[in-house]
Each structure stands twice: as structure tokens, then as C-alpha cells.
T-cell receptor, first 109, second 117 residues
């Protein structure tokens, strides 16, 4: 089956700083999705990337799909305390997703 | 309000007992999914269903069973054969995409935290 690795597993960020989390696959992907799960909550869909090299922005979040469609990144600028949570990538295969282990983000005020 | 409901939020059971977790959606979605999440871990797929009266095993189906008699409902039974059932269980649904390219976004319920004593 598909292998997906997310790095780093944990990210401690000073409020106001930037950080990036990465999602790497062993196979070429048809698309990739990103979700955010707040502490104690459930995953919420953020975005889907489909095209090679695609870049999408949501306010302070920038999502990128690699040219070879084997990896993706999420970059957050000027981190705020509201960014706390775990960010998961999901690799699409047919109608099911294989999720990475997530990057748990902690923000230091 | 449209959405996915899971009940109960917290569930306690004695070892050796079967327990059924409820998942209902009124989003008119064809596809439904069950995931297991352990502390500090990602989501692992247990079972999924793309249409009524049909379902497929996910990556960790052993010790679990499901049914899909109605479009709105996808209950999960955790059987006594599941060796380590204590976990956070999440149900999700999505529009079923035809063809082979990609997958649609999934909408998650609030989850059920199961503790087996």
C-alpha cells in the first residue's frame, strides 16, 4: 500500500515565526489533501492539491504540490496561537485516503 | 443543520464485550468511513463504504465489523476479538467520486472515545 511520511512529527514555534511541514510519498499521487485537527477535536478539511507544482494560499497558509507529485508542503507565516493543532496530509487513492502521521504544532506565546 | 453525528462522545465497556458506535449523516453523501486514532498518532482506516449495502476493509479491519443498510447510517461494532480497542474513533463521509482520479474532501464527525476497562 501507499507509504506516507510527515515531518517533523512535532513543531514548537515561537508566536510570529514561520514554519513548514512536509508530506512525502513513495508513489506518484493523483491528489493530496490537508486537514487540521485542533486539540480534542476532529479533522477539518483545509485544501486539496491536484496539479503538479500547484501552489494555493489561504491567508497565512501556503500549500504546495511537488513537481513530481510525490510530496507536498504546508508553510505557515507569522504563526498565531490559533494555529495550534495537528496538521495531516491525506493521499488519495480511489475514494479513500491514506493519512500521514501528522505534524503536531505547539505555539509559544 | 447538515453534518455528521457520532454518539456517544465517551463510551466505557468491560473487556470481552462487543460495542457498537453510531454514525449518522444528513449530507446525502454516498461514501462513509471509519478511522481509529491512538494518542499522538495519525488516522488509520478501519472500514469504508461507497454505497448502500456495500463496504470494504481498510488497513486495520480485524476485530471490527460494519453494516450499511441505509445511506445515512454506518455503525461500527468493536468486537471482543479486537485486542486493543481503547482509542478515539472517527467517522467521516464524502461525495463518492466516480472514476479513478482522486478523492473528495471528507467531513468528519466529532468522534467517540472508547475506553475498555
Amino acid at each position: 500500500g501507499q507509504q506516507v511520511m510527515q515531518i517533523p512529527q512535532y513543531q514548537h514555534v515561537q508566536e510570529g515565526e514561520d514554519f513548514t511541514t512536509y508530506c512525502n510519498s513513495s508513489t506518484t499521487l493523483s491528489n493530496i489533501q490537508w486537514y487540521k485537527q485542533r486539540p480534542g477535536g476532529h479533522p477539518v478539511f483545509l485544501i486539496q492539491l491536484v496539479k503538479s507544482g500547484e501552489v494555493k494560499k489561504q491567508k497565512r497558509l501556503t500549500f504546495q504540490f511537488g513537481e513530481a507529485k510525490k510530496n507536498s508542503s504546508l508553510h505557515i507565516t507569522a504563526t498565531q496561537t490559533t494555529d495550534v493543532g495537528t496538521y495531516f496530509c491525506g493521499l488519495a487513492a480511489g475514494n479513500k485516503l491514506t493519512f500521514g502521521g501528522g505534524t503536531r504544532v505547539l505555539v509559544k506565546p | 443543520d447538515g453534518g455528521i453525528t457520532q454518539s456517544p462522545k465517551y463510551l466505557f465497556r468491560k473487556e470481552g464485550q462487543n460495542v457498537t458506535l453510531s454514525c449518522e449523516q444528513n449530507l446525502n453523501h454516498d461514501a462513509m468511513y471509519w478511522y481509529r486514532q491512538d494518542p499522538g498518532q495519525g488516522l488509520r482506516l478501519i472500514y469504508y463504504s461507497q454505497i448502500v449495502n456495500d463496504f470494504q476493509k481498510g488497513d486495520i479491519a480485524e476485530g471490527y465489523s460494519v453494516s450499511r443498510e441505509k445511506k445515512e447510517s454506518f455503525p461500527l461494532t468493536v468486537t471482543s476479538a479486537q485486542k486493543n480497542p481503547t482509542a478515539f474513533y472517527l467517522c467521516a463521509s464524502s461525495i463518492r467520486r466516480s472514476g479513478t482520479s482522486g478523492s473528495n474532501e471528507q467531513f468528519f464527525g466529532p468522534g467517540t472515545r472508547l475506553t475498555v476497562l
